[in-house]
């Protein structure tokens, strides 16, 4: 079966730009203002993102993007070639002044591009910059027989993301990427991920403090169990394992929404929209996990419209990229 790479990027977008105006909002303020997020809001209505247009993406899925088009282009993935595709995208978007770069990345390629090297720029990045745009190195590692997983991962992040708790995540969510695009069950790409997460603790040259996001997802996945309800489960998620910037809450909060939803891309979007913290990036990378699982996916096609014209993507292109790596594969 041909892996539908558009269908996954749409996921992508859509679940980043239905998830943006809810960004940091309390799970109780989504609750009370909106109830269930099931269309796209005003960003009027945001607290961070005022300024940005209706249905308009941000960091999520801008930086795959670039970073696909970069490795495809050099058929490779590298720290030299992660830097270039993440510092272009920050000069030709205007992402500081727009507001949506994450603090570790803003950081570390601000030192970079003062002389100091990605591996020493990103020894200070916990947050998740790491898990939310494993998405490149994932596709274009499947796409290419010559391009480690592993390796791909860790040249991805480390820029930016090169400690422990950042590389945990990014393995985490992108060994279960993987799974899902290998067509493996639920069951074992939840296994995946797992194995994921401790090669990429284990890889890590900086350990900083912190909760383990396999184990996170461990406990979080055994609570989500215990109710059919998704009100109680989004309660779970945000008040038990956190929805906070950090890489391991994010991480296992993306594995939470994708035990309920499964391969209902749709539902992954609207739960992860409004389970409140960092709606966007849950929204994007579960609605990605559910659309490799599915290998298409049901956003409603007038929302998907609306994505993809006010943001003037043409994801066919990316698509066409990936098929094109490895003609044999």
Sequence with gaps: MNTNYQQILESLAVGDAMGMPTEFMTRQKIIKEFGFVDVLIDPEKSLIHSDLKYGQITDD??????????????????????????????????????????????????KIQMGESPEEAGK??????????????????????????????YHC?????????????????????????????????????????????????????????????????QEIRKTSDEATALD???YLNGTTLEANEIAAAVLGVFSIAKDDVW?????????GGDTDTIAAISAVLASAYSNGHNIPPEILSVVLENNQLVLRQYADQLINMDKSK
């Design 236 to 238: 779970t998620i945000y």
């Design 61 to 110: 899925t801008e930086q795959n993007l670039y970073l696909i088009n970069v490795y495809c282009n050099e058929k490779k993935i590298n720290v030299e070639n992660t830097v270039q595709a993440l510092i272009q995208w920050v000069e030709e978007t205007d992402a500081e002044v727009k507001g949506y770069i994450g603090p570790s990345s803003l950081k570390a390629l601000k």
């Design 157 to 221: 992040t480390i820029p930016t993301h090169n400690t422990n708790l950042a590389l945990e995540a990014a393995y985490c969510i992108g060994f279960a990427i993987d799974a899902a695009l290998k067509r493996k069950t639920y069951e074992e790409i939840i296994n995946a991920a797992f194995e994921g997460a401790k090669k990429g603790r284990e890889r890590s040259k900086y350990d900083y403090v912190g909760a383990s996001c396999w184990k996170k997802a461990e406990i979080l996945l």
């Design 267 to 275: 539902k992954a979007i609207k739960l992860g929209a409004s389970v």
């Design 124 to 153: 200070g990045g916990t947050t998740c910059g790491a898990p939310m745009r494993v998405l490149a190195p994932v596709l274009v590692s499947h796409a290419s027989q010559a391009i480690d997983l592993q390796d791909a991962i």
